[in-house]
């Protein structure tokens, strides 16, 4: 289904995402099979980070990542984005990296963020201008005053003079040139992950960037990777037939809380996010007390341990603890509905608010869901496959965020329905989940499915990493072995119950999607009248309309006359439409001249 | 907005440089990464021999043993594809490789199978694509004899239930009414048709005819026709003993019911890509742009010197010169790389693309046409060279990392013929890499780019992409000589072209 896929994860470059597309949250294990347990050993630095260790002789590398606890739920309206933001400035360097000339780098970006500060008070005014009506864009160019030109001249020399002393894309190269494969992050609600394969004789390297970039970043191109980001948010979001709508889902569904707004940030939050907001972030957040850092593959975890501390322990601990997120979801009783067009098949999709990471319902909820998925799910055998089937496709998932958590079905129409039908539809069988207990077989193949899946998402390590570092970030690792164990005690009872609890409909949102223009094909004159100039539209609209509806054919010749009279002096926008009314005159004529019909 | 003040953190570091040129490291520690020493690793890929067999029934089995995780995984790779579509039933291939595990076999209706798979957890599937077609099964370890049962009457009496035809159809119908939604998939089939032609058999895509006239006896009719074991190339890995697996694939493929067809060899198109600029005009506020040029087959004597030249100008992403320049340096774009695809039946594409704002298109693609031109006109630095043969080289493992990986990569090496004409491939991938020299890069590149000649395609919103930014005023036309041709968007259910709606 199409609005599962909505953008909740942004990366600092394009990601196959085959390792974080393991099924996590369905990861299952059988208690008694040591097989699947992942077993990791615990360490916690002598600055507060965190360290999880998990050898794996199986392939000769070495995959190393480390999360940090901070996501856009972390933020604030005005910076949002700034989390995103931050994990694409991780790899511009540091004061070793990146750089000829560290002094003379770190006095140009003091220079650069002079004239910034005098170019924000030119956007500021913009904004100014744009509230009081004097501008219809703050972003267009054109807009631009001569001043806040003249200082982007200046600032755009500063880049060039940057460039002499620049080192591109160093801290890339390096791993590169030593074998580094997959390097990566994405950024949540919740967390901040960033993750590299090195060859297994490189743990060394590994050690020495990653904790290089944390103990000694210098944020370099800060204004030129704002300007990537907003390149992104148009890919995934502006560009993409539903991203703005599913956007807006989000704000609707968490209003109030964090969660509301987009982990790529407001478009004019973006643009605005300032390098010293950057700074301030980094000191909070990615203090080495908020960070676990995650090893898997062929190593040696004596080795390892050694070696984290000496790099990573020199890192001193933060200042002040990061403050707790701490605005619970509020109850809003009422159920909140979006109804938007866009180049796309009518869709529907419901959410319910549920519960956070590790709650003891969000096991029977997972359940519930994997119940209604599938070829052999409730929503397929019930929605896609009967007869008189309401949808093509449809699916359901129970996400658990560190702070909050949702339910969500969502399927695609079938051709001819309405997406109320579809919707009925998948009340109906959310309906008979709250009424009949589960019976037992169907209950055991999603345990069966659990069991098994938990063998499929050890297949390597860069799988085994991204589970561990997901998990730690949403707030205990532990959870890859204890969740599964969870599932498999989930009864038929505890599903009839969360069912009941939360898929009600006051504790909902419902999006419904139909397809623009849909509702009648335009008439040839509505084509002809949408290429015209707007402000020729309206009288040409009228004219047609005259036209149409003239029953006297001697009229319709004076008129015919007047504007054939008329054709070669009026102003040049207004000529196609002037042709247009006259055609269309012409045809009406010949249609009077006709015999009558009986 | 706050505006600047000086950041302690900075300053700190600022301090730190007046004592010594950088701030002190901790014991132990060097102050550059090169100084780091490594114990030595160098990376021996498997030899495919090594798990080949034939089986006495026909395919040949590439069979891995991997005790690991109690899991099986099979999968068995058809020689065909859709260039076997007969005119008028486009589709029909895709759907009997979808239809073939989804719609019942001759003992169990589609409802029951799937029933008894889930039950099992086993996952089967198959689809058939261009020039392949598959089937899976993954399942436990104790499921093997139940799957392999419920394998062999996937492969060889398939039931393609009505019902499950139907739906798909419906469902075929349904998304094909999204061909104009995304301006990625107007793209990329724009971008086929320039380099192919429109009549190359991957450009001939079903249409709501051609799916409507497919019938149950259609699927049956291909299905016996294709599916003959000597298609077909078997992959096994997992919880199993090796000699006892290769006797259930053999009992898998033994006493086919029916005589099919060897699969003929896979069309080469017959096309001169057009030069010039290309525009489709499509509602959206960044721009997808390519610009393409004819590649080379996979066995050009030059195709390791292409592929490092190619690393070096968009290939390689953050260490490669497009990146740095279109990405890093001017902000214009979040994805912006080159890629040469090695053919294997026929010549592939030389093909940069990127996706910017609108207005910033035309500036973004002389920049990409000017390092594609800085590539012919000198040679690459010695560390450009270096970074990207050891990326080749320090990576290869990567390709072999699980058991499954390679026993599927030692299929494709089957299937399209590397193994029997070059066997050492893998084992000589690091020499043929080191060898190559500054001089063969630009030869590469002067083969390769003519940028004069190039094919450049742009979806966007017209209007913005012939008004670019004030600041980088490029024209569009200036850079592509000038010739522009419009191409409007196709009926989503006929795929003939209709009249590009106007730009507002």
């Not at chain 1, 989390?83 to 540091?94: P, V």
């Not at chain 1, 119950?497 to 939360?502: E, L, S």
């Not at chain 2, 060898?435 to 063969?440: E, P, R, Y």
């Not at chain 2, 919103?461 to 196709?490: I, M």
Request: aromatic share 8%; net charge neutral.
């Amino acid at each position: 289904m199409k609005r599962r896929s909505r953008p909740v994860l942004f990366t600092i470059a394009l990601w196959g995402v085959t390792a974080g597309s393991a099924p996590l949250l369905s990861a299952e294990a059988k208690k008694s099979d040591p097989k699947a347990e992942i077993k990791v050993e615990e360490r916690t630095l002598s600055n507060g980070m965190r360290l999880l260790l998990y050898p794996r002789p199986d392939e000769p590398t070495i995959s190393g990542g480390w999360v940090a606890h901070v996501g856009s739920a972390n933020e604030r309206p005005g910076i949002t984005g700034i989390s995103h933001l931050f994990e694409h400035m991780m790899f511009k360097g540091s004061q070793a990296i990146g750089t000829k000339d560290y002094k003379k780098d770190l006095e140009i970006i003091a220079e650069q963020e002079k004239v910034r500060g005098e170019i924000r008070a030119e956007e500021a005014k913009l904004r100014t201008a744009y509230r009081r009506g004097e501008i219809d864009d703050v972003t267009r160019p054109e807009n631009k005053s001569a001043r806040q030109k003249e200082l982007e001249k200046k600032f755009d020399e500063l880049v060039k003079a940057q460039r002499e002393i620049l080192v591109k894309n160093e801290f890339d190269r390096i791993y590169t040139k030593a074998g580094g494969s997959g390097m990566n992050a994405f950024t949540n609600k919740d967390m901040t992950v960033y993750f590299i394969t090195v060859p297994k004789n490189k743990l060394g390297l590994w050690m020495w960037m990653e904790s290089d970039r944390l103990a000694s970043p210098v944020f370099r191109e800060f204004y030129a990777e704002r300007d990537v980001v907003f390149e992104e948010r148009r890919l995934r979001t502006e560009s993409t037939p539903t991203g703005k709508l599913e956007e807006a889902f989000e704000e609707m569904f968490w209003h109030g809380h964090p969660y509301t707004w987009p982990v790529i940030g407001y478009p004019s939050d973006i643009p605005a996010i300032t390098k010293a907001q950057a700074d301030d972030y980094f000191s909070l957040y990615y203090a080495p007390n908020n960070l676990t850092a995650i090893l898997v593959g062929d190593f040696d975890p004596k080795e390892a341990v050694a070696l984290a501390e000496r790099y990573f322990g020199r890192i001193p601990r933060g200042k002040t603890p990061p403050p707790e997120m701490t605005t619970l979801p509020p109850r809003w009783e009422a159920e909140m509905r979006l109804i938007g067009e866009a180049e796309t098949n009518p869709q529907v999709a419901i959410d319910w608010h549920t519960v956070a990471f590790q709650h003891r319902d969000s096991y029977p909820l997972q359940v519930l869901a994997q119940l209604l998925n599938g070829r052999t799910g409730r929503l397929f055998k019930g929605l896609v496959l009967p007869v008189d089937a309401v949808a093509t496709s449809a699916s359901a998932a129970q996400e658990s965020g560190r702070y909050a958590g949702s339910f969500g079905i969502a399927a695609e129409c079938k051709e001819g329905k309405r997406p109320e039908e579809t919707e009925k539809a998948i009340d109906a069988e959310i309906e008979k989940l709250q009424k009949e207990l589960v019976p037992a077989e169907e209950l055991q193949k999603v345990k069966n499915n659990s069991a098994a899946n938990s063998f499929r998402r050890l297949s390597s390590n860069m799988a085994i990493l991204i589970q561990t570092l997901v998990n730690d970030g949403l707030g205990d690792w532990r959870e890859i072995n204890e969740g599964p164990k969870r599932i498999q005690a989930v009864t038929a009872e505890e599903v009839r119950r969360v069912a009941q609890t939360y898929l009600t409909k006051e504790n909902r949102g419902v999006a419904v999607f139909t397809r623009k223009g849909s509702a009648a094909a335009p008439s040839p004159d509505e084509a002809a009248l949408a290429s015209l100039p707007e402000q020729a539209r309206p009288m040409v609209k009228q004219l047609l309309q005259r036209v149409g509806t003239e029953k006297d054919p001697e009229k319709l010749k004076a008129m015919i006359s007047q504007m054939e009279s008329q054709s070669s002096s009026v102003p040049p926008e207004m000529k196609k439409g002037l042709d247009l009314v006259l055609a269309r005159a012409k045809e009406r004529l010949a249609e009077l001249a006709k015999p009558e019909k009986k | 907005m706050r505006t600047f003040r000086p950041i302690p953190f900075l300053l700190a570091a600022a301090l730190a440089t007046l004592a010594s040129a950088r701030p002190a490291l901790a014991a132990g520690i060097p102050d550059r990464p090169e100084k780091l020493t490594f114990p030595p690793f160098t990376f021996s890929p498997p030899s495919a021999a090594a798990y080949r067999t034939t089986l006495p029934s026909g395919p040949v089995a590439y069979v891995a043993e991997d005790r690991e995780l109690p899991l099986v995984s099979i999968s068995i790779t058809l020689r065909g594809g859709r260039y076997l579509d007969p005119a008028g039933k486009e589709g029909l291939a895709e759907l009997t490789g979808y239809l073939l595990s989804r719609a019942g076999t001759k003992s169990f209706t589609a409802e029951e199978q799937e029933e008894r798979l889930a039950f099992l957890a086993a996952n089967a599937g198959s689809s058939i694509g261009d020039d392949r077609g598959g089937v899976s099964l993954n399942l436990l370890s104790k499921d093997l004899d139940e799957g392999l049962k419920i394998l062999r009457e996937i492969l060889t009496e398939p039931r393609f239930q009505e019902s499950r035809l139907t739906l798909r159809k419906e469902q075929l119908l349904t998304e094909m009414k999204t061909r104009n939604d995304e301006s990625q998939e107007i793209e990329s089939r724009e971008r086929s048709f320039l380099a192919l032609g429109e009549g190359f058999f991957s450009n001939r895509f079903p249409t709501k005819a051609s799916i409507d006239s497919i019938r149950r006896e259609d699927l049956v009719a291909f299905h016996r026709e294709w599916f003959d074991p000597r298609n077909m190339i078997v992959a096994a890995s997992g919880d199993f003993s090796r000699a006892e697996m290769v006797k259930k694939l053999d009992a898998l493929f033994a006493a086919w019911p029916y005589q099919g067809k060897a699969a003929p060899a896979v069309p080469k198109p017959d096309h001169q890509m057009p030069a010039g600029l290309f525009l489709v005009d499509k509602d959206v506020n960044q721009g997808r742009v390519s610009i393409l040029l004819p590649g080379v087959l996979r066995t050009d004597p030059d195709f390791f010197a292409i592929q490092l030249m190619n690393d070096i100008l968009g290939g390689g992403g953050f260490t490669s010169r497009i990146t740095n320049r279109v990405r890093s340096d001017e902000g214009l774009a979040y994805s912006a790389s080159s890629r040469v695809s090695g053919g294997v039946w026929f010549p592939g594409l030389v093909s940069v693309s990127f996706q910017s704002k609108v207005r910033t298109c035309s500036y973004a693609t002389q920049i990409v046409l000017e390092e594609m031109g800085r590539m012919k006109s000198a040679e690459v630095t010695d560390e450009e060279l270096l970074t990207a043969k050891r990326s080749f080289v320090e990576t290869l493992s990567r390709r072999f990392a699980t058991k499954s990986q390679t026993m599927g990569l030692f299929v494709d090496e089957e299937l399209t013929g590397r193994f029997g004409l070059d066997p050492a491939y893998y084992s000589n991938f690091r020499a043929n890499v080191e060898k190559v020299t500054k001089a063969d890069v630009k030869r590469a590149a002067e083969r390769l780019l003519a940028t004069g000649s190039a094919t450049v395609l742009v979806v966007g919103k017209k209007s913005d992409l012939l008004s670019p930014d004030p600041k980088h005023p490029v024209p569009y036309p200036s850079l592509t000589g000038g010739k522009v041709t419009d191409l409007p968007l196709r009926d989503p259910m006929t795929m003939k072209p209709v009249a590009a709606p106007p730009s507002r």
